[in-house]
């Protein structure tokens, strides 16, 4: 299924408004991986390295707890705004289990920072696209994807809209705003997410169209003159025509 504009079906994210230039840094493994199988892999959200993903603000939850304080006189379960606080709390905590994630980075310049943290340096490899080309290449997929901005908030002291289950998987601590990222969500249904429990496996593989995805790709600044001849043969080999150049940040 195609990635869903936004409607009333997934308001409240924060849809791109223009056709601007997107990257993904990865190491030369996962590049082989893009292009033989024609999959990427999404992780559950817990599985990413940010412990704040998918979880509500310090502010947030003094809200949570003041607004069932605000309903505990008229409370017909008997349980205190504490309880219903902490139950609601790991309620949105649990939906996150259920959600999986392709993190991308908007384009305006290569960055020193996302080649050395998301890439192996010496043997790294940037895909450079654009929004319309991320939506075409997933027109095939088979679950309803949910295209997002993020937002960088600082979680000890901002606070989030968290009037609905998954709009916290919008949100990330402001330290990783360097990041600049658009992400990718399969967002569960809530009435499973509620009811059941947590997949066991850490994530799966979603089909895409390579040549739709790929408008360029780029090789890493730290890569031997080697390195770019093999991925140019790699990109001959599974048919990828699209430019291939070296970076040209200086190291």
Not at 52 to 75: A, H, M, Q, R
Not at 80 to 91: D, F, L, P, T
Not at 172 to 195: H, V
Not at 216 to 225: H, K, L, N, Q, T
């Amino acid at each position: 299924m195609p990635i869903l504009k936004k409607d009333n079906h997934n308001q409240g994210v924060y849809y791109p408004k223009s056709n601007y230039e997107i990257a993904r840094y990865m190491d030369i493994n996962k590049f082989i991986s893009i292009i033989s199988s024609e999959e990427i892999f999404y992780p559950r959200v817990p599985f990413l390295e940010d412990r704040y993903e998918g979880t509500l603000p310090d502010l947030n939850k003094v809200n949570v707890l003041n607004w069932y304080k605000g309903f505990e006189e008229i409370s017909v379960d008997n349980k205190s705004a504490k309880e219903n606080s902490k139950e609601h709390i790991e309620m949105v905590e649990k939906y996150k289990e259920f959600c999986y994630v392709s993190c991308w980075s908007i384009y305006e310049h290569e960055s020193y920072a996302l080649w050395k943290i998301y890439s192996d340096v010496n043997y790294g490899i940037l895909i450079k696209t654009d929004r319309d080309s991320l939506i075409q290449a997933f027109n095939n997929a088979e679950d309803n994807l949910t295209l997002s901005e993020v937002r960088y908030i600082d979680y000890s002291t901002g606070s989030i809209d968290d009037s609905i289950l998954y709009f916290p998987l919008l949100y990330k601590n402001i330290p990783y705003s360097f990041e600049k990222e658009l992400r990718i969500l399969i967002l569960a249904d809530f009435k499973t997410a509620l009811r059941d429990q947590p997949p066991t496996y850490n994530g799966k593989y979603v089909k895409i169209d390579v040549n739709a995805l790929i408008k360029e790709v780029i090789v890493s600044p730290y890569a031997p003159e080697w390195f770019y001849a093999n991925v140019k043969s790699l990109m001959e080999k599974y048919k990828i025509f699209k430019p291939l150049k070296k970076s040209n940040l200086k190291i």
